[in-house]
Structures are given as C-alpha cells and as structure tokens.
Nanobody, 123 residues
C-alpha cells in the first residue's frame, strides 16, 4: 500500500514557475515507477510526465517537453515536477501516481493515486 500527498500547487502568472511535490508513505518507494497526470476543467485526466523506479528513464507529454522536469528522490520518498514557462493551458488539477511495475510504458494503469493539487496559471 502507498499513500501519496501532493503539494506545491497554487496561482502563477504565465511565464512563471512552480514546483510540485508528491510525498509518498509506504514500503519500497524506491522500486516504484512514478508519474504526474492532470485534469483540466471539463476535460479527461491526461498524462504529463513519468519516471522509472531508478530514474533511468523519463517521459513527457509533448506540450510540456522542455518546460517541465520530473525527478525522484528515493532517499526522501518524494517525486517532484518542476514546471517552468507556465501557460494558461497548464491550468489543471495535478495528480501524482505510483506503480510497482518495471515496464517502460509511462501510461496508465497506476496502482496508487494522490488527491491532487490545483495549479492555476493566469495570462
């Protein structure tokens, strides 16, 4: 079992930055693949970024590539999403997800999910 708690969301201006954190509690965090998804108002949840259990690979959705960076701190059971050059279309609830799979696919399914943190980007 794994419990995930996101933080770091808030209001930012276009062109600004935010860093999201996802603190995990539970055993074997270091062996989990981690990801960020987001749900914009009126839209389905979509993949944003993923990182393998050991940080050996990362994967990004095309619209955030070069602006967002995912990282994993196994010593502190935390995964981060650094978001730079924010755009109004990045406005969404951001969710952290974890899965024990060793597959290289960044997409769902993920076994565990956080409650989400709101990110709002003003123009």
């Amino acid at each position: 079992q794994m419990h995930l708690v996101e933080s770091g969301g808030g209001l930012a201006q276009a062109g600004g930055s935010l860093r999201l954190s996802c603190a995990a509690s539970g055993r074997s965090f270091s062996s989990y693949k981690m990801a960020w998804f987001r749900r914009a108002p009126g839209k389905e949840r979509r993949f944003v970024a993923a990182i393998s259990w050991n940080g050996g690979w990362t994967n990004y959705e095309a619209s955030v590539k070069g602006r967002f960076a995912i990282s994993k701190d196994n010593a502190n059971n935390t995964v981060y999403l650094q978001m730079n050059s924010l755009k109004p279309e990045d406005t969404a609830v951001y969710y952290c997800a974890a899965d024990p799979s060793r597959t290289t696919s960044p997409l769902e399914p993920y076994a565990f999910w956080g409650q989400g943190t709101q990110v709002t980007v003003s123009s």
